[in-house]
């Protein structure tokens, strides 16, 4: 970082970093000076205050992130599971007909790209026979969920010590 130079009397009308233009070219200004406007941080700095190195350096992302470590929440084995989107139940009706027609791409990007492709293009008429799978298996989830949650909130499912899986 550059020091500062004292302004002198014929800086002071302008905040360039080269002398003043009205005035002729002497030796005092032949020196060209580099003035920065500093903030209020970069004043301290400069003045030897306390300055802690969180106020002067911005924290990088991967120092925020293992200072924000997510809780691990278990794992409920009995809990249901969220059902496929319509999207999905189409995917799996899609990879057999395109394995059929293609038998020599292999990669699941390519299929993938193909799936998705497919689906922008269908109509909504098309995509009814998914979106009707996909409803009645969340309306089986969210009944399944509440019954499940039923069990929990009485106590029925809960695992004592010598019920666990893990006995020797």
Request: proline share 5%; net charge positive.
């Given at each position: ?7 002198s009397?014929n800086?002071r ?29 970069m ?9 802690s190195?969180?106020e002067t350096?911005?924290?990088s992302?991967?120092r ?11 794992i409920?084995?009995?809990m ?34 193909a ?9 909504y008429?098309?995509?009814v ?15 399944a969920?509440?019954?499940y ?7 029925e499912d809960e695992?004592?010590?010598?019920d666990?899986e893990?006995?020797?």
């Amino acid at each position: 970082m550059a020091k500062k130079a004292p302004k002198s009397e014929n800086d002071r009308s302008s905040s360039t970093s080269v002398a003043s233009a009205k005035s002729p070219p002497t030796a005092s200004n032949h020196q060209m000076v580099l003035r920065m406007k500093s903030s209020e941080k970069m004043k301290k700095i400069a003045q030897g205050s306390d300055v802690s190195e969180s106020e002067t350096r911005p924290k990088s992302k991967s120092r925020l992130k293992s200072k924000q470590k997510k809780k691990k929440t278990k794992i409920d084995a009995k809990m249901p599971k969220k059902p496929p989107t319509a999207f999905f139940y189409f995917l799996e009706d899609f990879r057999k007909e395109f394995q059929e027609q293609n038998p020599d791409i292999k990669s699941m990007r390519d299929i993938g790209k193909a799936c998705g492709e497919k689906w922008k293009t269908m109509t909504y008429e098309e995509k009814v026979k998914y979106y009707d799978i996909a409803t009645e298996k969340r309306a089986e989830f969210d009944t399944a969920m509440a019954e499940y949650n039923k069990r929990k909130e009485s106590g029925e499912d809960e695992e004592t010590e010598d019920d666990s899986e893990y006995d020797e």
